[in-house]
């Protein structure tokens, strides 16, 4: 039982106004006593004036009364950091929901939290540290084999200064829980250290040397992401767009072909539906790099939109400290975050339960500084051992209309490097990925030189004008030169920026795939072409592009790849104003 006892004095939906008589601190974890039945609500202090303070509750508060009574711990909202994780799908909370549905039957109970990693399960620990060694927070005492990867048992996060190892467990298989080193410091203070270790979600993980700049691609297999508008390692981007325009799918290739070690998926308040498909069929992919389950190295945080909205930013800063975990074990990260707007939602609705001042559309004042210290959390970090890990941010947002001026994407796009926007009207057109590539854009380096990717763009932008002018004067009032300009610039979209998720050898293209492809392309765009009229243009141009497609339906440098190629530039040389 806690010391410490507050009382409840007002309840609106799931905030809880509490008065105690001892010192709380903001973020404060508490649980709130639902009358004589024992039932407790995990709740979070999110504000504190005198003797009374605000927490929002995690759950649904029915059946709270006035004069409740209301446990402080003293703890922050916390995660536990230890092997187990990969795998496993948790809540906001990092409540294991397979074994809670164990439990609990089809209906999870009001209340019942489990621990995250398993208490009874051994592992074969490894020591690496000896006893007289000097370490700091973050170092290596340790591994465990977890999946694919040895997962680094390490000094706890919140030490201060140089410690000596004291004791050093010897190798054999311990629980999350044993004690496996002690360490003493220069004033003769002892630390022990478990398997386990616990750390605050909301404080970001800052045991490393450097901070470095994102600069080597993340490599995604989508060709319009990493040719047009690339995600670098440690990078962040969004993908913004209206409902049905392929976010999550989009999300779903992008976690099983990027270029990464670990894949970490916040559902922070998704559909339901999307999720449940997500759960059903990551375990059934095959992961590409490993030939094995895309789920031995995928953690998936679920909190659907019909879950309580106060755990909906539970959720995004439990995924994002798991992540920074495993970047402090010298791994690529990658966290998707779907989606924050309904993330933006949860905290307007609490920012209207506290009273406070609204901003725009009624959204907290302070949206843009918790949208940006969020994505602030991703990066590229050298670790105390000469060691480099990265955790890569994409978040995608769902603008009501796909309007995106409303505030939770601008506020997004003022801190991202990378913007990968949906369109409709693509997406109606059944063109996938339905990314814009007029209104998109990326800080980031590309695979193809920057010289070769402007050229392209320009030609979509000229393209597209043309097309526009088309809409009013029809075919007939545009020159043969401007229609030539426009079947490239469509010719480019159907080949290039469209892949077809179906066929194994377009899904996901390797960047060595892209390089030679898109140099191919550059080649026919620049090519002086001499058609008789629109038709004849428009003939040639509907032949290629279906050559163009069964091309990269073939496997690269292949015979049939080299035969279409052959074939293509046959065409291409009864068409131009000189022979190859």
Request: hydrophobic residues 40%; glycine residues 8%.
């Amino acid at each position: 039982m806690s010391e410490n006892i507050g009382k409840v004095i007002g309840v609106n939906g799931n905030l809880l106004k509490v008065e105690f008589n001892k010192p709380v601190i903001q973020n404060e974890v508490a649980y709130a006593c639902v009358g004589a039945d024992g039932l407790k609500l995990k709740a979070e202090v999110i504000r504190v004036r005198g003797n009374s303070a605000e927490l929002q509750v995690f759950e649904d508060t029915v059946g709270l009364k006035i004069g409740d009574p209301v446990e402080f711990t003293g703890d922050l909202l916390s995660v536990e950091l230890g092997p187990g994780l990969l795998t496993q799908v948790f809540d906001g909370l990092q409540n294991p929901l397979p074994r809670l549905a164990e439990e609990s039957g089809f209906f999870l109970q009001r209340g019942k939290y489990l621990d995250p990693l398993p208490r009874d399960v051994k592992w074969p620990y490894t020591p690496v540290a000896n006893v007289g060694d000097t370490v700091i927070a973050g170092d290596t005492l340790g591994t465990v084999p977890e999946g694919l990867y040895d997962h680094k048992i390490m000094v706890p996060f919140n030490v201060r200064g140089k410690w000596t190892v004291k004791t050093a467990a010897p190798a054999g298989d311990y629980t999350v829980d044993q004690v496996i080193a002690t360490l003493e410091d220069d004033k003769g203070n002892i630390r022990e250290c478990k398997i386990m270790q616990i750390w605050p979600v909301k404080i970001p993980i800052k045991c490393y040397s450097e901070r470095l700049r994102p600069t080597e691609s993340m490599a995604s297999g989508m060709r319009t992401i990493d040719t047009f508008f690339p995600v670098a390692k440690g990078g962040t981007f969004c993908v913004p767009g209206p409902f049905g325009a392929g976010k999550t799918v989009l999300q779903q290739i992008m976690s099983r072909h990027a270029e990464v070690d670990i894949v970490i998926i916040a559902a922070c308040g998704e559909r339901a539906g999307e999720v449940v498909e997500t759960l059903r069929e990551f375990p059934e992919l095959t992961d590409p790099r490993t030939g094995k389950s895309l789920m031995e190295r995928t953690l998936i945080i679920c909190n659907t939109s019909s879950m309580p909205v106060a755990a909906r930013e539970a959720s995004v800063y439990t995924g994002v400290t798991l992540a920074e975990y495993y970047r402090q074990m010298g791994l690529d990260v990658l966290l998707l975050a779907d989606s924050t707007s309904r993330w933006a939602q949860a905290l307007r609705e609490m920012s209207g339960r506290l009273e406070e001042i609204p901003g725009e559309e009624a959204f907290p004042a302070y949206l843009e500084s918790v949208i940006a210290s969020f994505y602030e959390r991703g990066g590229v970090v050298k670790l105390n051992n000469g060691e480099t890990g990265s955790v890569t941010i994409g978040g995608t947002v769902s603008p009501a209309g796909g309007n995106f001026e409303e505030p939770v994407t601008q506020a997004t796009l003022k801190v991202v490097g990378a913007f990968h926007g949906l369109s409709r009207a693509r997406s109606d057109a059944r063109r996938y990925p339905a990314i814009d590539p007029l209104d998109s854009w990326s800080k980031y380096p590309s695979v193809v030189p920057l010289e070769k990717v402007s050229k392209a763009r320009k030609l979509l932008r000229d393209g597209s004008e043309v097309g526009q002018m088309m809409k009013v004067v029809g075919e007939e009032g545009t020159s043969i030169d401007d229609f030539i300009k426009y079947m490239k610039s469509e010719y480019i979209d159907a080949t290039y920026l469209q892949q077809n998720a179906f066929v194994e050898t377009d899904a996901a293209n390797s960047v060595e795939r892209q390089s030679y492809v898109f140099d191919r392309l550059l080649k026919l765009l620049d090519t002086k072409m001499k058609f008789a009229d629109q038709g004849e243009a428009r003939s040639f141009f509907q032949q290629l592009t279906q050559t163009c497609r069964d091309w990269n339906n073939s496997e690269f440098q292949s015979d049939d790849f080299k035969r279409i190629e052959e074939e293509m530039s046959k065409a291409l040389a009864e068409v131009s104003d000189y022979a190859e």
